[in-house]
């Protein structure tokens, strides 16, 4: 274990402007630079983060979460194409096909009382919500 950040787990959910932009209502091109930055300063310092790029792209998050059917393409395998060149090889995509409770938080009530399995990482790893919140469990 090094005594910096470990993991850096974020939702890259569109290959473009409009697929991005379509469910997080956050700028795409601030998303790109600032993981480039990140990854630059990590070339760097070198200091080594493995990189954890999860993939809900827009067409999927409609059909699983609203429930409706739209006419966006499903970008996963460009955002792939695009971020790969610049990751290491241990980095990891993940290929999500529904959302994960954070997605859903507004319309489904997690109790109080239910552990966090992944409490004893939060000292190692950064989870970014799409908005830029970082959340520890």
């Known amino acids: 274990m090094t005594l910096g950040l ?27 630079r600032n993981l480039h930055d990140f990854i630059n300063i990590q070339i760097r310092t070198k200091k080594p983060c493995r990189i954890y790029i999860w993939i809900l792209t827009a067409k999927k998050y409609f059909e699983k979460v609203e429930g409706t059917n739209v006419s966006l393409p499903d970008d996963t395998y460009k955002v792939i194409e695009y ?28 109790p109080k009382t239910n552990p966090c399995g992944r409490f004893s990482k939060v000292v190692r790893e950064c989870l970014i919500s799409p908005n830029g919140d970082i959340y520890l469990c």
Do not use: C, M, Q
């Open 83 to 110: 971020w790969e060149p610049f990751l290491e090889k241990n980095d990891v995509f993940s290929i999500v096909d529904s959302p994960v409770k954070w997605a859903i938080r507004d319309r489904v009530k997690i």
């Open 6 to 32: 470990d993991e850096l787990h974020l939702n890259i959910d569109g290959a473009s402007k409009i697929t991005y932009e379509s469910t997080k209502k956050l700028n795409f091109e601030t998303l790109k």
